[in-house]
């Protein structure tokens, strides 16, 4: 993009010719960059510096995300329970290393933290923009996005259609109709051919059936039984928000939870930096569980669990031996209790 080649931004030859100048070999043949052209405009300026320069402000940077992500939740945990809470985010091995190898999922976290707030406040229309800015990962906003709809949030699904249209329009302009051509040709390819993706790293559904029945059954069954698993677990996330929920309710805290925990089970792609998403979930569960009058064993117990199995000694075994699918059934389990929670008798 700096070098004004941007209508060949999704040029996987290109793409390894210019991760090549950083002689970084952890990989054979280039780390696709996958994502619409307008996530470049924030990584624009540190592309002027050299590659250890841009690494390190990239990585300060992160760290002041999750100081805001604990600047915007805080004022909606109990004060008791904060210091566990920061605890949990600033020790989360996800963050840990989303930060050492400077991935954006902190940056997504931190969308995540501010339209929940936006939301708490009533402010739906900017909740919807704040959200939308999330699309370059598109499998993790499109949930909450549905949400929206479901519960007819019109101002947030106008903010996010509005946004989302803008944004697309600027990746179009950024790098021309071919190379918009281009980028869905380079994600269909990367879908046929799995390449640069293992489902064997990711707990999410998709990685827990891949690792149950891929080797017992055509590949095309194993798809569409992913499928209908993940609209079949989005319909019952949706349906935790029948009726009116009051904003200053505990308990749409713990749906919001609900829904983050299901949107990571229904990922496409789901890597370990990509849970920096479930300590938002994790701080509302221990804020809910340990809070006065509303304590519970349950959730407590399943959010320290969490946290023990994605520490960084744990979550290497996983990764090593390729069990992470695994986990999935650790996030279902934390689905099923919140709603367990949420159905209860207030």
Known sequence: MRDGHAAHLYD????????????????????????????????????????????LIWGAMNCFFV?????????????????????????FFPVTAALWQGQDSILTA????????????????????????GLYKPHLVIPLA?????TRQWRAVLGFAVTGAALALLSTV?????????????????????????PMKMANLRGLLKYLFAAAMPGA????????????????????????????????????????VV??????????????????????????????GRKDSTLLGLAIAAFIALSLPVAQLFLQERLMPWLAILLLAIAVALRRRISLPQ
Request: net charge positive; glycine share 8%.
């Open 110 to 133: 931190l969308l995540f933290a501010a339209t929940f707030v936006s939301l708490k406040r009533g402010r739906d229309g900017l909740a919807g923009c704040l959200i939308a800015l």
């Open 221 to 260: 069954i194993v798809q569409g039984l992913i499928v209908a698993t993940s609209i079949a677990m989005l319909v019952w996330a949706m349906s935790a928000w029948k009726g009116k929920i009051a904003r200053d309710d505990p308990m749409f805290d713990l749906r919001f939870a609900q829904l983050v």
């Open 263 to 292: 949107t990571l089970l229904l990922s496409y792609h789901l890597y370990v930096h990509d849970l920096s998403l479930l300590a938002l979930a994790l701080i509302v569960m221990l804020n809910g569980a340990l809070s006065p």
């Open 174 to 198: 950024m790098v021309g109709w071919g190379g918009t051509f281009v980028y869905w040709q380079l994600l269909w390819w990367i879908a046929e051919n799995n390449y640069s993706i293992d």
């Open 67 to 91: 100081i805001g992500i604990s600047k915007l939740l805080w004022p909606y945990v109990e004060r008791d329970n904060r210091g566990l809470c920061a605890a949990l985010l600033f020790g």
């Open 12 to 55: 996987l030859k290109l793409q390894e010719l210019y991760q090549g100048r950083f002689n970084i070999r952890i990989r054979d043949g280039a780390l696709p960059y996958n994502h619409p052209a307008y996530q470049l405009l924030f990584f624009l300026p540190l592309a002027r510096l050299d590659y250890p320069t841009a690494f």
């Open 146 to 150: 549905a949400m929206f709809v479901f």
